[in-house]
């Protein structure tokens, strides 16, 4: 790690620069140099952009998607001489200091001291490149362990270095034992108890998806197994007390309870696939790494879901065609919050909100049940067609408005870029915001690397396919050889062993399908590559390749799937 005392105007005793936008070169640089040490691939930062960098400022705090895109670029710093890097020694006692002084630094002005852990931390210079902007200065004259809590993104070796170079002392041995005493909250200590066959790609919040294989065993994922996407911890929602606020339109605010929610207004049923933006992100990792959660092909489920239509009840607040003329957007916040009271928000097109056959539902039901904790309970906007960061968990407010929402996730994520396009020169304002989601399949059965008899002759092949915006897929390829020759997989839209369901009407195709194709072992082949690919009914077709889709995000990853799987000969083959 590049060591602080080698950036000499962030010493502990220059001068201080308090304006976060108005950064000297030397400071930028020194920012630029002590982020991309912590980076986690193998790119190298060639210089400092000051307006890039400050954008690259804004957002740690934010959220876990594009939080360490933004906060942690991904370039390692330079490489420097094994002779001129060298680890501080801490070869002299710190002053013992009291609470009570650590309190009187609570200001740019007096300083900003915070305690860690029996330390105590002279941060001021600091303030102005934290990636969370001033939501660092909360802890000011206090604890962090409360506020890191919150974001498991601290609890890393390379961030605990970065706050020793920041120590000036020891907290007083009865201010430590008065600190023990006080338990430290954490604020994921009330989240729900996952299924244990989740595949946990972030603990805190908590991120898994379900193993692929029991992923394509049934038409309706049961909500145990169904993906969890939590961008911050699971609020504790109280259904008798809750209430749901719309706000925007000619009626005024209109507020409903639960139970008005379900007795005001005709319940109807949908079944509808959500993916999450990052689906399959791993495959683009490979190519070149990307930022945020590691995902496999599973952040995609389907599920029956129960609940007023979000268009019955705009009109009771009294939407009318009028509205459309000013109004653009239908913004969602959720009632899950940061450490500053920020909650999770998005926005959809108001066409799509209040479209007879947008099917936008205000759901309490999953599965026939009442939604559970980590899907949304009591309430949350099912969008279906449309990427899950949109279909807004424990939903507290809808307003209607001329603006999309502002939200960190709708403005500075879950947008897609140009390959050419690096956390340099990314300019997040001159992409849109995703809506829906491009034709998308993937191979469940056989998973890759997995091992096939020769003696079983033939080889059984499943995955699930699903296009965004209601388009039903109406093909699914798959190929042994790597895409040399081709089959038709049968694809069914129920569970195995019912009969299939009626046709979905045009442009209200929801729910993915499942499909499973029977081939023949090559007889002389001694590995398959396996390879699967999907069309809907507008004749979109899934990219052969992942490199020309590649993103600094990693989202909107649709290549074809691809595993491949070994032959093993028979023992007693002669």
Not at 375 to 392: E, F, I, K, L, Q
Not at 552 to 566: D, I, M, P, Q
Request: charged fraction near 20%; glycine fraction near 8%.
């Amino acid at each position: 790690m590049l060591l602080l005392r080698r950036c000499h105007s962030l010493t502990r005793f220059g001068p201080l620069n308090t304006q976060r936008h108005q950064l000297t070169p030397a400071v930028v640089l020194c920012a630029v140099r002590l982020w991309s040490s912590s980076s986690e691939d193998g790119g190298s930062y060639q210089r400092a952009h000051g307006p890039s960098w400050r954008h690259g400022l804004a957002g740690l705090l934010a959220g876990t998607g594009a939080v360490l895109a933004y906060g942690l670029h991904h370039h390692k710093a330079e490489q420097q001489d094994s002779s001129t890097v060298q680890t501080i020694e801490k070869t002299s006692a710190f002053p013992i200091i009291s609470q009570e002084e650590v309190t009187t630094h609570r200001s740019l002005e007096h300083g900003i001291w915070v305690t860690f852990k029996g330390g105590v931390y002279d941060i001021t210079k600091f303030v102005a490149m934290h990636p969370g902007g001033d939501k660092i200065l909360l802890a000011a004259g206090g604890a962090l362990e409360p506020f890191w809590a919150l974001y498991a993104v601290h609890n890393q070796e390379h961030v605990l270095e970065m706050l020793s170079e920041y120590k000036v002392g020891e907290l007083s041995a009865e201010d430590v034992k008065k600190q023990k005493t006080i338990k430290t909250s954490d604020p994921y200590s009330t989240d729900p108890e996952r299924h244990p066959a989740l595949h946990i790609n972030n603990l805190k919040p908590f991120n898994a998806e379900p193993p692929p294989e029991l992923l394509s065993d049934s038409f309706i994922t049961p909500s145990a197994i169904f993906f969890k996407r939590n961008h911050l911890p699971v609020p504790q929602v109280d259904a008798a007390s809750y209430q749901l606020h719309i706000e925007g339109l000619p009626g005024g605010v209109l507020t409903l309870s639960l139970e008005e929610l379900k007795t005001r207004f005709p319940k109807h049923t949908i079944t509808a696939t959500l993916q999450c933006a990052g689906n399959r992100r791993s495959e683009m990792n490979k190519v070149k790494q990307v930022k945020g959660l590691n995902w496999g092909i599973a952040a995609i489920s389907n599920a029956t879901w129960g609940g007023a239509r979000l268009r019955d009840v705009l009109l009771a607040a009294g939407y009318s065609p009028d509205v459309a003329q000013r109004a653009f957007h239908v913004q969602f916040e959720g009632l899950d919050k940061d450490v500053t009271g920020t909650t999770y928000g998005a926005s959809i097109p108001l066409n799509k909100a209040v479209n007879e056959e947008g099917d936008v539902l205000l759901a309490y039901e999953m599965n026939g049940q009442d939604i559970p904790p980590d899907h949304g309970y009591p309430v949350r906007a099912v969008v279906p067609g449309t990427v899950g960061a949109r279909n807004v968990k424990w939903l507290g407010k809808i307003i209607v408005s001329a603006e999309e929402s502002s939200s960190h996730w709708q403005q500075n994520d879950y947008k897609g870029f140009s390959p050419g396009t690096d956390w340099d020169t990314v300019d997040f304002k001159s992409a849109p915001a995703i809506q829906e989601l491009p034709i998308q399949s993937a191979i469940t059965v056989p998973t890759d690397g997995a091992v096939v008899d020769r003696s079983s002759e033939e080889v059984t092949v499943k995955g699930y396919a699903w296009s965004g915006g209601g388009r039903e897929v109406v093909r699914v390829d798959v190929s042994l050889d790597g895409g040399k020759t081709w089959q038709v997989a049968q694809m069914r839209s129920s569970e195995k062993g019912q009969a299939p369901g009626p046709s979905p009407p045009p442009g209200r195709a929801w729910a993915w399908k499942l499909w499973e194709v029977t081939a023949p072992l090559p007889a002389e082949a001694q590995e398959l590559e396996i390879v699967c690919k999907a069309v809907d009914n507008s004749y979109n077709m899934q990219p052969d390749t992942v490199p020309p889709i590649w993103n600094l995000r990693g989202v909107l990853s649709n290549a074809w799937h691809r595993v491949k799987v070994e032959i093993r000969e028979d023992d007693n083959e002669e």
